[in-house]
């Protein structure tokens, strides 16, 4: 008999996308509110309090040709 196991992982990105159009680019006021949105729900995801430091790569920032994206994943097993 084999000795190994096996499992499914389900992986979630979750994403806010900030339009950047040329050539004006993204308004830093929207990338602003994005981050806010994105780090809250990263620190209720993980249950941190507002004054706890993230991690330098709890968020990971995008460049499509036309906009900004900022996002985080997360792994659970599939039951």
Same mark, same amino acid.
């Given at each position: 008999?084999?000795?190994?196991?096996?499992?499914?992982?389900?992986?979630?990105?979750?994403?806010?996308?900030? /339009?950047?159009?040329?050539?004006?680019?993204?308004?830093?006021?929207?990338?602003?509110?994005?981050?806010?949105?994105?780090?809250?729900?990263?620190?209720?995801?993980?249950?941190?309090?507002?004054?706890?430091?993230?991690?330098?790569?709890?968020?990971?920032?995008?460049?499509?040709?036309?906009?900004?994206?900022?996002?985080?994943?997360?792994?659970? /097993?599939?039951?």
């Amino acid at each position: 008999m084999a000795d190994f196991t096996a499992e499914t992982v389900t992986r979630t990105i979750r994403r806010w996308i900030v /339009p950047a159009a040329e050539p004006w680019g993204a308004a830093a006021a929207e990338i602003g509110k994005a981050w806010a949105v994105a780090e809250r729900a990263y620190r209720k995801h993980h249950g941190l309090a507002d004054e706890q430091p993230l991690h330098d790569d709890a968020l990971r920032f995008h460049v499509r040709d036309d906009a900004v994206v900022i996002e985080f994943q997360t792994e659970a /097993p599939t039951p």
